[in-house]
Every structure is written in structure tokens, then in C-alpha cells.
């Protein structure tokens, strides 16, 4: 269908994809739609959305500007999302290049969340700066997007040297050039969320983030977040096996260029309960310490030892002690010392004890405080990783 | 009459005597088989020693996942392990052909029944080593599954599973092996319905308080998650 249509475009400037998560009903994409088609533009764009009835997909309407295409490939299935997801990058990105797009961009996210300035912060420094990537950057509370916090932003950060705040998105603007890239890629090879960024980063393109504003998501049909844990960090970790040369050799971490305005989020005044975060991370402590002393060296699981024993008011995963975790997991990842997925779900209870440790820190606090707590962490990521590269090295090599 | 005594003393002397001689030459023959054979042991060990200790097998053991080997081994060493059984093998093959000198239908039925035996020895060994890493695989599984679920007797679990799968894999191999077949049977079934039994009591009866608590923290889990303000995405 999606092929047919295209087929009557010749060319277009820009692509969308619209991939929402959840399946919605056609109204509420094609709501969506008319509010994005509304927008005045100057280019030519081919919207891609899913079918707005599931058995009978819409025939393509066009107006001035916009170019209306329904492809199965968007509707995403809530039972495999990382699959789903990729197949929707993949559907827009062969549009794109088909189409000879200067800009492509991917809306991932809920749609009732999205706003018309969306498609303008996602394009505009693509068409008009030249940059290739444009990452998400989200108006959230200190307490969202955890795994984000605790692991996926410091990491790359640290890793790469520059600070994207969302790498894995899910929402994008890309370029051609790294289009190109990316597409021409084995399937295999590259990830679409986590791959984006790393491999615009190691092929020195220009990246930027745009303030998106607040995101709506619904919750993920995960069975806990031991599963949560492994779709995001798997992917991830096989990047920065891939990319070890890379980041091998940056140092420090650069700010990148940032569109739109930055709002700040306060979190909800309800009164954060810690306490079953930490009797997570004493359960684990008590029952997995066959499993972590195959990840971590000793010192490690003493201190985590150490840690256990400490109840609420007191209790504290310092910063070192988890990106140190959280780099032996990625060497871990790397090595295969145990099952992939096991020892990716046995990250679960030290990443809820940092998080309690984390929610103690900013009890009642400011989204200023939270954003310094935040630097606080990257910067002790900085900091580890000489840790991490001399262990990837050395793998074999006395760790006490 | 005494010399009729002396002589039938004499043949039956004689005869044992040259029984004797003539069993002599398969006896050195056995000594020297398995002189010979502990020689070649001693060598086979040297080098298998010295090759193990190279490729540093005992760490790569460890990080191939066969941790729990070196429990089982002298000295808490696999290589020492392997070259101790290829040294015993080489000691029996020897003692084998050394038991065949003495004659020739001992030898081809002893021979025989060995090789005979070699195929279930081997399958028996095979299904060992894949239930006992089936066995560690599901065991941890199950534990970090149910530390994830916030279980408190994870433990417990991991244990029942890993000995579930442990029993069912010896009564396999043991049923490959021929050995007493109907005891097996008998005893796998009491053994396997013992650790259901034992489990479901332990769960159901002995832990009756520590599953209801376990299991009202994860009923209240559910709503407590989305009220509270903390999103992992």
C-alpha cells in the first residue's frame, strides 16, 4: 500500500513517521494528523501513519504541502515493542531515501501528546542548520524516565563525550547523510533507538537535541522490569561493544546545540515510599550473590554487602559503586560469563537500590537540585570510566 | 601303596606346577600391560597437566559456566579432574588388555562387553552434562525471576527446580546405564513426587505467612506502582 502511493510522489523534502505505541483508534490518529497538516509549511513532506481503519487502510490524500501515505508497518504491535518499533523506523527511513528526503523524522511517542511545533523542532535544524541527528529532549519530573537517568544518558554521555539526554529517543529527525547509514546497514547490525546516536557520534556528524515539552506514554506491556531492563540495556551494551574503538578514545563530554525551550517539571507532592526499592536491593543482596560475583570483582560485592545492611534514612548506593556496577555489566554483556538476559535481569535489584538512594537524595527537592543531582552522577561517569576502559582491555587481568 | 601315594603327589605337583608356568607368561603379560599403561598414564598426565595449565582451563571453566565443577574435583581443579580420569582410563584400557593374555575367549568376552557398554556409558554422560547445565540454567533463572518478583523464598524455589531437573537427569542416566532399572523407577518416582511434595508443603504450609505476605506485597504492588510518582521509562 505504502509502495503504491509512493509510487505517485515523486519527491518530497521531508518524511514523517507517525508510530504511536499504544494501538489507538483512527480518530485519534487522524485527530493527530489534521493537526500536523494544519501547520504552514514551505516543503514538501510525505506523512506516513498507520492505517486509520485496521483492515482497510486509508487511500493517500494530498494537499498542497502534505502527502498523506497509511502503512501497516506503523501500527505497533504491544507485544513485541522493540520489534514493532524497529519495523516502523525501518518503514519510514525506506520512504525517505525512496522519496530522495533531505530530513526524516519519527514521532514514537503517544499522540495525543503531540503538538504541531513537534515536526518544526524535529526538521527545521536538519533542513536549515545541516545538523544530521536531532535528538528528544522532554519536559519530566525528576522521578521519570529512570532507566534514562540511572543509566542510558550518564553512559553515553561518558562514553561518546556529548550530551544527548535522550539517546534512545524515542522521537527523532534525521538526516539523509546519516539515513544513508543507517539504513544501508544489515538489519542485524544496527539497533534503531540506541544505534541513532552512536553512530552519528562516531561519524562525526553534527547532532543537537530539541525541548520537545511534556510526553505522554502509556505503561509498557512488560511483565517486570527485569524484562524492562533487558530491551533497553541489550541493545545498548552490543553498542558499545561495537563502538569500543570509539569511545575508547573520547574524552570528557561536550554540551550539544539545543532548539525549543527547556521547561521545568516539579515532582508530584506525594510522599516517595523507598522502602520496597530497598527490600529489593537486600532481597537481591541476601539471594544473588552467586550471580553478581560472576559480573562484579569482589570489592564490589563487599561494598554492596555493606550497603545492604543499612535501613532507610541511612541507606545509599553511591554514585561510584553504580557506574562501576554498571560498567562491569556492560564488560559482563561483552564477555558472556553467564546468559546475556540473566545477567541483564540481575541488574534489577542494585538499579532499584540506586534509585532509592536517588529519591532519598531529592525528597522534596527542586528540578533545579534534581538537574544538579543529575550532573552529579554524569560527571562521576566521567570520572569511571578509566575503570571501564582499563577492565575492557584487561578483562583477565587481578581486579580486587 | 606309599609309592602310588608318592606318585599321584607328584603328577598332581607336577600339574599344578606347569598350570602355573603355563599362566606365567599371560601373568607377566598383565604386568607388564599395566606397567606399561601407568607409564603412559604418568606421561598422558604430565602433558594434559601442562597443556590445562597453559590455556588456564580452570578460569575459562569458570567463565564457560561449569562453576560448580570445581566443587566436585580434588583440590577444587577440573583440569586436576580430567587428567586424573584420562590417567585412570589409559590404567584400565591397560589392565583390559592385560586380562586378555590369559586367554583367548576371556579376552573377546570381556572386550565385547566393554565395548558393548561403551555407547550407554557415553549417552549416560551426555545426559548428565545437559541436565546439569539445564539443571544451573533454569535454577538461576527462577532465582533472579523470583528476587526480581520480590519473592522471599526465591531461594527455595531456585533450589526445588535445580534438584527436580538434578533428579530427573540421574534416573535417566541411570536407566541408560542398566543399572538396576526397576529400583530406579521406583526410587525416581518417590524421589521426583517427594520434592513436588515437599515443595508444595513448604510453599503451601511451612511458609504459609511468608507466601501470603509475599504474595499481598505483590497484589498491592500493582496499584502502589501507579500511584507512586517513580517511572523506570
Redesign the interface.
Known amino acids: 500500500m505504502a509502495d503504491s502511493v509512493a509510487e505517485q510522489i515523486e519527491s518530497a523534502d521531508a518524511v514523517i513517521g507517525l508510530a504511536p505505541p499504544a494501538p489507538r483508534d483512527g480518530h485519534a490518529v487522524e485527530s493527530t494528523i489534521a493537526r500536523i497538516v494544519e501547520t504552514p509549511v514551505s516543503l514538501q513532506i510525505a506523512l506516513l501513519h498507520p492505517p486509520l481503519s485496521p483492515n482497510r487502510p486509508e487511500p493517500s490524500r494530498v494537499n498542497s504541502h502534505w502527502h498523506l501515505i497509511a502503512s501497516p508497518q506503523l501500527t505497533r504491535d504491544p507485544s513485541s515493542p522493540a520489534q514493532s518499533l524497529g519495523d516502523s523506523f525501518r518503514a519510514t527511513f525506506d520512504l525517505a531515501q525512496k522519496l530522495n528526503a533531505r530530513a526524516c523524522a519519527v514521532v514514537a511517542s503517544d499522540l495525543s501528546s503531540t503538538t504541531v511545533d513537534w515536526v518544526s523542532l524535529l526538521l527545521q535544524p536538519i533542513v536549515e542548520e545541516q545538523f544530521d541527528l536531532v535528538a528528544p529532549c522532554y519536559a519530566r519530573h525528576p522521578f521519570e524516565g529512570m532507566i534514562n537517568r540511572a543509566i542510558v544518558y550518564p553512559l553515553v554521555r561518558a562514553l561518546y563525550g556529548k550530551r544527548i539526554r535522550n539517546p534512545m529517543g524515542p522521537d527523532f529527525g534525521i538526516s539523509s547523510r546519516l539515513l544513508l547509514r543507517v539504513a544501508g546497514a544489515p538489519a542485524a547490525r544496527l539497533h534503531t533507538l540506541p544505534s541513532l546516536a552512536a553512530e552519528a557520534v562516531t561519524n562525526g556528524m553534527m547532532l543537537c537535541q530539541s525541548h520537545l515539552g511534556p510526553r505522554i506514554y502509556a505503561a509498557p506491556d512488560f511483565t517486570n522490569l527485569g524484562t524492562l531492563l533487558a530491551q533497553v540495556l541489550g541493545p545498548l551494551f552490543l553498542d558499545v561493544e561495537r563502538y569500543a574503538a570509539h569511545w575508547q578514545r573520547a574524552r570528557a563530554s561536550q554540551p550539544i546545540r539545543e532548539f525549543g525551550i527547556a521547561n521545568d517539571v516539579e515532582a508530584p507532592e506525594s510522599t516517595l515510599d523507598v522502602s520496597r526499592l530497598i527490600e529489593s536491593f537486600q532481597l537481591g543482596a541476601r539471594n544473588l550473590r552467586e550471580v553478581w560475583s560472576i559480573i562484579l570483582p569482589p570489592s564490589t560485592l563487599v561494598e554492596l554487602g555493606h550497603i545492604a545492611r543499612n535501613a532507610a534514612p541511612q541507606f545509599r548506593v553511591p554514585d561510584v559503586t553504580w557506574a562501576r556496577v554498571v560498567y562491569d555489566f556492560a564488560l559482563a554483556h561483552r564477555l558472556r560469563t553467564i546468559s546475556r538476559d540473566q545477567m541483564l535481569r540481575a541488574l534489577t535489584p542494585i538499579y532499584l537500590g540506586w534509585v532509592a538512594s536517588y529519591a532519598l537524595d531529592l525528597e522534596h527537592a527542586s528540578p533545579e537540585a534534581a538537574e544538579e543531582r543529575l550532573e552529579k552522577l554524569c560527571v562521576v561517569y566521567e570520572e569511571t570510566k578509566p575503570y571501564f576502559v582499563s577492565r575492557w582491555r584487561w578483562p583477565d587481568r587481578f581486579n580486587p | 601303596m606309599w609309592d602310588q601315594v608318592g606318585q599321584t603327589l607328584n603328577q598332581s605337583t607336577v600339574g599344578v606346577l606347569s598350570r602355573l608356568a603355563s599362566l606365567l607368561p599371560g601373568l607377566l603379560a598383565l604386568l607388564a600391560a599395566v606397567l606399561l599403561s601407568a607409564v603412559l598414564a604418568w606421561l598422558v598426565t604430565v602433558i594434559l597437566r601442562w597443556v590445562l595449565r597453559g590455556i588456564r582451563f580452570d ?1 575459562r571453566l ?2 564457560w ?1 561449569f ?1 560448580g565443577l570445581a566443587e566436585y574435583s580434588p583440590q577444587q581443579s577440573p583440569a586436576l579432574l580430567v587428567t586424573r580420569v584420562a590417567a585412570w582410563s589409559i590404567v584400565l584400557s591397560g589392565l583390559i588388555l592385560g586380562l586378555g593374555a590369559f586367554e583367548a575367549t576371556l579376552t573377546s568376552q570381556i572386550t565385547l562387553r566393554v565395548f558393548e557398554y561403551l555407547p550407554n556409558l557415553a549417552t549416560a554422560i551426555l545426559v548428565m552434562i545437559v541436565g546439569y547445565l539445564a539443571a544451573r ?1 533454569l535454577a ?2 527462577v ?8 519473592l ?1 523464598y ?2 527455595l524455589l531456585s533450589l526445588g527446580v535445580k534438584w527436580l531437573v538434578m533428579v530427573c537427569t540421574i534416573a535417566m542416566a541411570l536407566d541408560h546405564l542398566q543399572v538396576a532399572s526397576g529400583v530406579v523407577h521406583l526410587a525416581f518416582g518417590i524421589l521426583f513426587g517427594g520434592i513436588v511434595l515437599a515443595l508444595a508443603l513448604a510453599v503451601g504450609l511451612g511458609s504459609k505467612e511468608l507466601v501470603s505476605r509475599s504474595l499481598d ?1 505483590e497484589s498491592t ?1 500493582a496499584s ?1 506502582d501507579a ?7
Open positions: 578460569e569458570e567463565t559456566g562453576t540454567y538461576r533463572s532465582l533472579i525471576e523470583s528476587v526480581n518478583m520480590n522471599h526465591a531461594r506485597r504492588r502502589a500511584e507512586e510518582a517513580i517511572r523506570h521509562i
